[in-house]
């Protein structure tokens, strides 16, 4: 649908949201109730003479009447470095839940475990990842998943044999403390 195909719905919509009838928005725009209806029905074209005193009356803006440019849905968001490892975001900044491509650096030993808010869903995308979780360790291996609850100690790591690749969705309390380190 045309930008310009959206402003007669879109100023019947607003009429409407007033409780006015055509007879009443165009005495107080100063034209006929035929011009109105033909301009809502799309089969009169808007022009500023005719789409001004119509937003006056409505106390609207023209520009609320066109629909808006649509956002870019791409992610344009920087890679971080922290600790060997390279987060990269995959979600828009303000979007509900948070989803990262980790890259972990190979070591030899599991980091101390961590304990803080949250919820962490993974998947191995390459390597080896090592789960330290509530005293038990895990290898998770390409191709497989894990979740957890966060308020448990964990601590995630790639094995001592190379570098692993994870998928990482965070609830808003796990993206803070896994992507932006300890408070």
């Known amino acids: 649908m045309d930008a310009l195909d959206q402003v007669g719905p879109r100023l019947r919509a607003a009429r409407k949201d007033r409780g006015w009838t055509l007879d ?3 005495t107080r725009a100063g034209m006929s109730p035929s011009t109105l209806s033909r301009l809502e029905a799309g089969k009169r074209q808007a022009s500023l003479e005719l ?3 119509l937003t006056r009356q409505l106390g609207i803006r023209i520009d609320d009447l066109l629909p808006e440019a649509p956002a870019d849905p ?3 968001r920087p890679v ?3 600790e060997g490892m390279v987060i990269a975001p995959l979600t828009l900044d303000h979007s509900p839940v948070q989803t ?3 890259t972990f650096p190979a070591v030899a030993q599991a980091p101390e475990p961590r304990v803080h808010d949250g919820y962490e869903w993974l998947y191995v995308l390459s390597g080896r990842l090592r789960l330290a979780l509530d005293d038990h360790e895990h290898v998770i ?3 497989e998943a894990a979740e957890f609850d966060t308020r448990l100690p964990h601590s995630l790591s790639a094995t001592a044999d190379g570098p692993a690749e994870v998928l ?8 803070r403390m896994h992507t932006h380190g300890a408070p």
Not at 168 to 175: L, M, P, Q, V
């Open 24 to 26: 009443d928005l165009a």
């Open 51 to 53: 789409l001004l005193p």
């Open 74 to 76: 791409r992610v344009h």
């Open 80 to 82: 971080q470095r922290r």
């Open 100 to 102: 990262y491509k980790i």
């Open 141 to 143: 291996e390409r191709g």
């Open 168 to 175: 990482s969705i965070f609830s808003a309390s796990g993206e």
